[in-house]
């Protein structure tokens, strides 16, 4: 069996991958994230408990969904070397 018997099945994973990043918006989800470390890093944040607690859990989801992304795409980044490896 050659790499390339495979190489479809491959480029169709990396277009679902494509695909993926943009349903799970990605990039705009790492956006926020950078606003709400911004937000949560401002002393006056923390006068209003209730806010700063709502604040504190959107960042907490919006985290493990880019933790859960960069392992799939760790995951993805190592089957391409391993193909390159084996071509």
């Known amino acids: 069996i050659m790499v390339g018997d495979y190489q479809q099945s ?3 994973i ?3 991958l494509d695909n993926a990043e943009v349903i799970f918006e990605v990039p705009d989800r790492e956006k926020r994230l950078k606003e709400l470390e911004a937000i949560l890093a401002d002393p006056d944040t ?4 209730a806010k700063t607690r709502e604040l504190q859990s959107e960042r907490s989801r ?3 969904i880019l933790v859960n992304w ?3 795409w ?3 980044e190592d089957l391409e070397a391993l193909v390159d490896l084996a071509k």
């Open 14 to 16: 990396r277009e679902k």
């Open 74 to 76: 760790s995951l993805w």
């Open 70 to 72: 960069s392992k799939v």
């Open 10 to 12: 491959i480029d169709l």
């Open 62 to 64: 919006i985290d493990a």
């Open 46 to 49: 923390w006068k209003d408990p």
